[in-house]
């Protein structure tokens, strides 16, 4: 019994080893969502301003937007706050911010103080959309089409070489396209 | 040419690698010496030629050679001559192999150092680090050649080091941790020697212990500058965000820290040794680990470097052969260092038992927290990442629980403690306690339970540390007799532990009782936090080197008093066009004041962040007094004494009872 003991980190040590060659070569910042190319899932969430208005799925309708996941408690939301504002003022992109896993009054802070880019807040205390949409960790950005499908993941922060390479093309491609 | 030269003496120290992983090792094993002898000459050739490729690479940046890739990423011929030196780690490829030299220069020391070791333990564990430097050699030739040209296309400039390496912070930290992680090594190779010898006894802990305590307090420097760094340059205050690039350096700390009290129980009282070495293995890989975290790209982080699979694959197979073998090693032949030694079940045998327990505990927090997206993902139940909620929660009772058993684990002693004696003295401790922590968080605002409980905790330690301090130095003689009559290993003990109480001391007040307000000012405008003032004075345009920012001049005072005037700046370097924030900080001992420009948000007004941020040094200036006591503890006497060839074989062969061993070195 106790030589079978001194086994057991080897096989706990084989058991991680296993998981972590599986995340390997798994692209994290684009990480394949099972949503890709599915219509956002349904939901059901209050306003991150008022609590009486609720949004559902059908918000995403009629424009390729944004959709833009954080949380005060993320740091890294922090460091592309700035770049979410600069689009959405200078660049006039519309940018939906689902608040996640946040405190209410917490958030309305962070955007009284540091600007405000979002067209929409959706408010997600408990993670439910976050969930379904399969978000692995803020910040989290989704381009979403004209007809509420999710065409595209970016898991990171969203700064200038992001927007350029990777989002505003894609965006451009999704407005021709609808 | 140079680097073709350096690329040449990399696979040189690759080759006398492989020859230092296989030569010693199957001279000890047959019991040829001639063999055995070649460990020195061979630790020596490897790191010579590693220091030469990193030389070539140094010349690289410092020449402005882009036709080298790797300096052509990594650096830009308007940067400023010191960080073309810091360059050459700013990068995977460049960091790698300073990994490699310190890896090879640790391996150099241990060869130089340890004439006092008998020959085959010495071959042995040459190499195994051997094996190590092997595996390393082969992956930065095969996946990471940071001597690769960009030809015939070589680009006029170099794209720059990224500006949030552009620090003395991010110059420092780098070779402050890998001396850490890569010092773990040679306990690592030390346990597995003891292993495949089947000897393993206090003078075996005895030689462990000084090299494990010097890896653990770079160790500790090395995270403290990566968290200072975090707090003055990432711009928003904080100092330690639980991301998986630190986590990758706290799993291996606190392992580290359970391995050098595991190593104290076994040189004095020649017990714990299989779980000693099992430690060894396990602080090791998990410095491995955090190598593959870092960078294989499996986990994303604000720091990570940038992810390759090839490169993954190959640390996955790194890890595997260096952890399994090891822990297949040790599954099979740690019976062979099984001891019975006797303690009561109160003892300080036990509180160290505990703290191990304890220091496991937060280990698997940190570990499952970091993993947990990764588990997720493999179970197919999607990904989601826990985030700084869970450790907050679950972290903070465990280090509290650390504090408490210490504190009252100073006054056990060895094999027996008297439970009615220890308990008398812990009454002052606990009384004295208890009144600061009521009495400092009132004093700093309200009463919060964690506030209540980390000033308790490191009260608690700091109290019962200068107890035993004082009823240890008494003496006959007099007290200052007394107090040099203490050894240095204990004052050593002393520092470390109040290093601990003064970092508790510093995360609870600063956590609790840190104001930080984010305001709209326009120059001109007046904020309040409490009885300060800062005032947004002005706002002027600076040219740096490579950079150019906006300047905020805030002047800070307390009743119409000056206190101090800041200059935060938003920066704007000129090639990557990164925009980055450089607090303006008023240091003190006892508080902070800092003040970070945001973004313009209209006008001439800017969201600007304002702190103040009580006792946050102490965060950073507890862990030098940690590596301090790491370092007065090695200063010890018993390790420059010269253990007597015979004394040497016997002990080595495991002949002499262990617990003879602890009378004489308490």
Redesign the interface.
């Known amino acids: 019994m106790r030589r079978f003991l001194l086994f057991i980190p080897l096989l706990l040590a084989v058991a991680l080893g296993v998981v972590l060659f599986a995340g390997i070569g798994k692209d994290t910042s684009a990480l394949e969502s099972a949503l890709i190319d599915d219509p956002v899932p349904a939901f059901e969430l209050a306003s991150l301003e008022d609590p009486h208005k609720i949004y559902r799925a059908d918000v995403f309708q009629d424009k390729v937007v944004l959709l833009n996941v954080w949380g005060t408690w993320c740091p890294s939301c922090r460091v592309e706050h700035s770049e979410l504002v600069r689009l959405a003022t200078e660049e006039g992109v519309p940018i939906y911010g689902l608040n996640y896993k946040d405190n209410r009054d917490a958030a309305l802070e962070w955007l009284n103080n540091l600007g405000n880019p979002y067209e929409l807040s959706l408010f997600d205390p408990q993670g439910t959309l976050g969930f379904d949409l399969g978000v692995y960790g803020a910040p989290e950005t989704y381009i979403i089409d004209g007809e509420g499908i999710v065409r595209y993941r970016h898991v990171g922060v969203v700064d200038r070489k992001v927007w350029t390479e990777e989002l505003e093309p894609r965006i451009r491609q999704y407005r021709e396209e609808s | 040419m140079v680097p073709e030269f350096g690329h040449f003496a990399l696979i040189l120290a690759m080759l006398l690698a492989a020859l230092l992983a296989v030569v010693p090792l199957t001279g000890s094993l047959t019991g040829r010496s001639s063999l055995q002898a070649f460990a020195r000459p061979l630790a020596s050739g490897q790191f010579v030629f590693v220091a030469i490729a990193f030389a070539a690479l140094t010349q690289a940046f410092v020449t402005d050679d882009f036709s080298v890739a790797y300096v052509a990423n990594n650096s830009n011929s308007m940067l400023p001559w010191y960080y073309k030196f810091s360059a050459v780690w700013g990068g995977h490829e460049g960091s790698l192999l300073l990994w490699i030299l310190i890896l090879t220069g640790w391996t150099l020391a241990v060869g130089i150092f340890s004439r006092r070791l008998p020959t085959d333990l010495v071959a042995q564990v040459l190499s195994v680090m051997g094996i190590v430097s092997l595996a390393f050699l082969l992956f930065i030739l095969l996946t990471s050649n940071p001597f690769e040209r960009l030809l015939p296309n070589v680009p006029a400039d170099g794209a720059d080091l990224n500006p949030l390496l552009q620090d003395f912070g991010l110059v420092v930290h780098p070779p402050m941790l890998y001396m850490g992680y890569v010092g773990f090594s040679v306990a690592f190779a030390f346990a597995i020697a003891a292993l495949i010898n089947g000897r393993m006894d206090a003078a075996w802990a005895r030689w462990t212990r000084p090299w494990t305590t010097v890896a653990w307090c770079f160790l500790s420097l090395g995270i403290a500058l990566g968290s200072w760094w975090a707090y003055y340059e ?1 711009g ?1 205050g ?1 100092w330690w ?1 639980w ?1 998986p690039v630190e986590n990758a350096s706290l799993m291996p700390w606190l392992a580290g820290t359970a391995l050098m009290h595991s190593l104290a129980v076994t040189e004095k009282r020649g017990v714990f040794k ?1 779980w000693t070495l ?1 430690l060894a ?2 602080t090791f ?1 998990l410095s491995l680990l955090g190598a ?1 975290l870092v960078r ?5 982080s ?1 720091h990570a470097f940038a ?1 390759d ?1 090839t490169r ?2 190959f640390l ?1 197979g790194l ?2 052969v260096t ?2 073998g090891s ?2 090693l ?3 032949r ?2 062979v260092v099984h001891t019975r030694v006797r303690y009561g079940s109160l003892s300080r045998e036990i509180f160290l038992l505990l703290n191990n327990v304890l220091l496991l505990a937060a280990l698997l927090l940190v570990l499952v927290g970091t ?1 947990y ?3 997720l ?2 179970m197919g139940a ?4 826990v ?3 869970f450790f907050n929660l679950t972290f903070s009772p465990v280090a509290i629980a650390v504090a408490l058993l210490l504190g009252a684990g100073i006054f056990s002693r060895w094999k027996r403690t008297d439970g009615g004696w220890l308990g008398r003295q812990l009454l002052w401790p606990a009384a004295i306690s208890l009144v600061l922590a009521v009495l400092v968080p009132l004093w700093l605002g309200e009463l919060k339970p964690w506030a209540f409980a980390g000033c308790f905790g490191a009260a608690w330690v700091t109290v019962a540390t200068f107890q035993d301090i004082w009823s240890r130095s008494s003496s006959r003689q007099g007290r200052w007799y007394g107090l040099k009559r203490l050894t240095r290993s204990y004052y050593g003990m002393v520092l470390g532990h109040l290093g601990m109480a003064i970092t508790i001391a510093g995360a609870t007040v600063v956590s609790n009782y840190g104001v930080e307000r ?3 000012m326009e120059p001109g405008e007046v904020a309040q936090m409490g009885d300060l003032s800062f005032a947004f004075t002005s706002l002027r345009h600076r040219e740096g080197p490579n950079y150019a920012a906006e300047q905020g001049v805030f002047e800070i005072s307390r009743d119409g008093e000056l206190i101090t005037t800041l200059y935060p700046e938003k920066r704007m370097y000129r090639v990557q ?3 980055m924030t450089e607090a303006g900080i008023d240091a003190g001992l006892f508080r902070d004041l800092f003040v970070a420009l ?2 313009p ?1 209209g006008g001439d007004a800017w ?1 600007v962040r304002i702190q103040f941020k009580p006792l946050v040094r102490w965060v950073w200036l507890g862990s030098l007094f940690m590596a301090a006591g790491g370092v007065l503890a090695i200063a010890d006497r018993r390790y420059r004494i010269k253990v007597k060839g015979g004394a040497a074989e016997k002990s080595a062969a495991g002949v002499q009872e262990p617990g003879a061993v602890a009378g004489k070195a308490t």
């Open positions: 990432l928003w904080g965000f991301d299989s099992l293995i396990i890989a593959f294989s790209g499996v986990l994303t604000v992810s699979p993954g694959t996955i890890l595997a952890v399994i822990l297949a040790y599954a099979f740690a019976p993993l997206p990764l588990v993902d493999y999607g990904t989601m990442s985030g700084e909620p984010d305001v709209r066009r990164n925009v945001g973004e948000v969201a």
